[in-house]
């Protein structure tokens, strides 16, 4: 996908404000710039950029959506040296492509946003960060992912643990696992990735696993030196690949068709068979159908509980003592470490910050029944306030969705200079009707309404996901249609 940014219309000066420094502030910051538009910042917590890929750096950390597909259209890249980039081959490619663009006069790393303030006079947001700076902008981007905030896991005892304890996503790059015994809770997307990378080096390693997932093959080959020169001599051979996985995934993403999940199930099984002791292989065995939970890829995960120290309990983890881990069963095992690979808060979107738009309405009162919004951008009561990767946006690759939310902001700003417009902000029974339809779309998932999927679901709603294809979100975000859209033209310019 190539949506053309290149009109050159003149621009009534709007100040935007974005917030987070992943791929969707980087993306929206790109197309800013490539618009003509410079007046923007943006603001991100965090010492670096990347988002995900600045935060996320622990072994083996590495995309699971092939990467060529998982990287931005205008930026194609020749050199991905494997089929599924590894985090810091990712973070590179993001820097790479913030200095391309000339993005870094407009950074402002180590800079949290704190509060957000509608001003209906004004027309413009008041914006807290920092230590307390004031920051004004008439459109807000909030590009703050959905992976933000680590969660441990709910065990008596946690902080009493005398070791060394981190989360997956907050790796201590200063600590050495060598020769210590460790332990894994979680058996995730994560998990998955780093126990094969650590258990060669650590004494002995325990995984602590609460249900079993779906881990199938990969095609992880790296690319051969031929491949990388023909991509290098021809970005066409590099649009062909992106092109050939997009075309793979894309029918595919709601596990709608019953037979190619059971073959997906079937690729699982034989993966498990790496396994050699069968009572084992029947623990790693998914009790769940394919797509009920998110679906993973190793080739690494299930050879690496063949090594004589890497242990698996599926006896639920009673309490956390100073020394070690006490299982169900009544065992205490004693570690070194203890790694929390137990996944993210994924159902607060704009809620995790503290926003209050028209009329004082503060955004946890919107959502109290969860939160939602029109295309997953934008939410009623809220004007001038875009989401990338919002409520009922997460599918296939993110980075595809990303860039269709901000085409869509882009198309916004282009109508409201056409039209002369100070704000908008989305119809609330317009809002309420697509999320009526989403949440029938998502009903119609069968394998989703198993009840595995808890992480994507605030009371019985699912707010995570989106129901359909990546070409089905993009044609919904194609256009900008004004009258879904209660609009003013009521401040100076
Ligand atoms: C380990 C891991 C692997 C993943 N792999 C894939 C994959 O293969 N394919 C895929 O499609 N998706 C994947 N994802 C999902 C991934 O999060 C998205 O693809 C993508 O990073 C979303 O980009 P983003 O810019 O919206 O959010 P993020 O990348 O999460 O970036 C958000 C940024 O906002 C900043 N921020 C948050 N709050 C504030 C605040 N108050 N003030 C200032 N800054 C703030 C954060 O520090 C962060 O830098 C993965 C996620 C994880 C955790």
Same mark, same amino acid.
């Given at each position: 996908?190539a949506h053309d940014a290149s009109d050159d219309q003149?621009?009534?000066?709007?100040?935007?404000?974005?917030?987070?420094?992943?791929?969707?502030?980087?993306?929206?910051?790109?197309?800013?710039?490539?618009?003509?538009?410079?007046?923007?910042?943006?603001?991100?917590?965090?010492?670096?950029?990347?988002?995900?890929?600045?935060?996320?750096?622990?072994?083996?950390?590495?995309?699971?959506?092939?990467?060529?597909?998982?990287?931005?259209?205008?930026?194609?890249?020749?050199?991905?040296?494997?089929?599924?980039?590894?985090?810091?081959?990712?973070? /590179?490619?993001?820097?790479?492509?913030?200095?391309?663009?000339?993005?870094?006069? =407009?950074?402002?790393?180590?800079?949290?946003?704190?509060?957000?303030?509608?001003?209906?006079?004004?027309?413009?947001? =008041?914006?807290? #960060?920092?230590?307390?700076?004031?920051?004004?902008?008439?459109?807000?981007? /909030?590009?703050?992912?959905?992976?933000?905030?680590?969660?441990?896991?709910?065990?008596?005892?946690?902080?009493?643990?005398?070791?060394?304890?981190?989360?997956?996503?907050?790796?201590?790059?200063?600590?050495?696992?060598?020769?210590?015994?460790?332990?894994?809770?979680?058996?995730?997307?994560?998990?998955?990735?780093?126990?094969?990378?650590?258990?060669p080096v650590v004494s002995s390693l325990t995984v602590?696993?609460?249900?079993?997932?779906?881990?199938?093959?990969?095609?992880?080959?790296?690319?051969?030196?031929?491949? +990388?020169?023909?991509?290098?001599?021809?970005?066409?051979?590099?649009?062909?690949?992106? $092109?050939?996985?997009?075309?793979?995934?894309?029918?595919?993403?709601?596990?709608?068709?019953?037979?190619?999940?059971? +073959?997906?199930?079937?690729?699982?099984?034989?993966?498990?068979?790496?396994?050699?002791?069968?009572?084992?292989?029947?623990?790693?065995?998914?009790?769940?159908?394919?797509?009920?939970?998110?679906?993973?890829?190793?080739?690494?995960?299930?050879?690496?509980?063949?090594?004589?120290?890497?242990?698996? #309990?599926?006896?639920?983890?009673?309490?956390?003592?100073?020394?070690?881990?006490?299982?169900?069963? !009544?065992?205490?095992?004693?570690?070194?470490?203890?790694?929390?690979?137990?996944?993210?808060?994924?159902?607060?979107?704009?809620?995790?910050?503290?926003?209050?738009?028209?009329?004082? #309405?503060?955004?946890?009162?919107?959502?109290?029944? !969860?939160?939602?919004?029109? +295309?997953?951008?934008?939410?009623? !009561?809220?004007?001038?306030?875009?989401?990338?990767?919002?409520?009922?946006?997460?599918?296939?690759?993110?980075?595809?969705?990303?860039?269709?939310?901000? =085409?869509?902001?882009?198309?916004?700003?282009?109508?409201?200079?056409?039209?002369?417009?100070?704000?908008?902000?989305?119809?609330?029974?317009?809002?309420?009707?697509?999320?009526?339809?989403?949440?029938?779309?998502? $009903?119609?998932?069968?394998?989703?309404?198993?009840?595995?999927?808890?992480?994507?679901?605030? @009371? @019985?709603?699912?707010?995570?996901?989106?129901?359909?294809?990546? /070409?089905?979100?993009?044609?919904?975000?194609?256009?900008? =249609?004004?009258?879904?859209?209660?609009?003013?033209?009521?401040?100076?310019?």
């Open positions: 996908m003149p621009r009534r000066s709007r100040r935007v404000a974005i917030i987070g420094a992943g791929p969707g502030g980087i993306c929206t910051g790109v197309s800013l710039l490539t618009r003509g538009h410079d007046d923007f910042v943006i603001l991100e917590q965090a010492p670096g950029i990347g988002g995900t890929w600045f935060h996320n750096r622990y072994p083996g950390a590495e995309c699971d959506i092939k990467s060529h597909l998982y990287s931005f259209s205008f930026a194609p890249n020749p050199a991905w040296s494997r089929r599924y980039a590894r985090q810091p081959e990712m973070k /590179s490619y993001l820097e790479d492509v913030v200095d391309r663009f000339g993005l870094r006069p =407009h950074l402002r790393p180590g800079t949290p946003v704190r509060s957000l303030r509608w001003d209906d006079d004004a027309a413009v947001w =008041h914006l807290t #960060v920092g230590d307390g700076e004031a920051v004004d902008a008439e459109i807000v981007v /909030s590009a703050i992912g959905m992976f933000g905030e680590p969660v441990a896991p709910d065990v008596a005892g946690l902080d009493r643990f005398e070791g060394t304890m981190f989360h997956s996503a907050q790796w201590d790059d200063d600590h050495d696992l060598t020769r210590e015994r460790v332990a894994v809770i979680g058996s995730a997307a994560s998990a998955v990735q780093l126990i094969p990378e650590i258990a602590y696993q609460r249900s079993a997932n779906w881990v199938s093959p990969k095609d992880d080959d790296p690319y051969t030196e031929d491949d +990388l020169a023909t991509f290098a001599a021809d970005l066409d051979q590099v649009r062909a690949a992106r $092109d050939e996985i997009f075309t793979t995934i894309d029918p595919n993403l709601t596990f709608a068709d019953t037979d190619r999940r059971a +073959l997906y199930e079937q690729y699982g099984r034989r993966n498990i068979e790496l396994v050699e002791d069968p009572v084992l292989r029947e623990r790693l065995t998914p009790a769940v159908p394919y797509g009920c939970k998110r679906p993973l890829a190793s080739n690494l995960y299930y050879p690496t509980f063949n090594l004589p120290h890497v242990e698996l #309990v599926t006896d639920p983890i009673t309490e956390v003592t100073e020394h070690g881990v006490v299982s169900a069963d !009544g065992r205490t095992r004693e570690f070194d470490t203890i790694i929390l690979a137990t996944g993210f808060t994924t159902t607060k979107f704009l809620a995790a910050l503290d926003v209050v738009g028209r009329d004082g #309405v503060d955004i946890d009162d919107a959502w109290a029944d !969860g939160p939602q919004a029109y +295309l997953g951008i934008t939410t009623s !009561g809220f004007p001038n306030l875009f989401m990338l990767y919002g409520p009922n946006t997460n599918n296939g690759s993110i980075i595809y969705m990303i860039e269709c939310q901000v =085409h869509y902001v882009m198309q916004m700003l282009d109508a409201m200079d056409e039209h002369g417009l100070d704000w908008v902000d989305v119809k609330r029974d317009v809002m309420d009707e697509y999320n009526d339809e989403v949440q029938r779309a998502l $009903d119609a998932v069968e394998v989703w309404q198993a009840g595995c999927n808890s992480y994507y679901r605030v @009371g @019985g709603r699912i707010v995570t996901q989106w129901p359909g294809s990546m /070409s089905e979100y993009r044609a919904r975000t194609e256009h900008v =249609h004004l009258d879904a859209f209660e609009v003013a033209a009521t401040a100076t310019t």
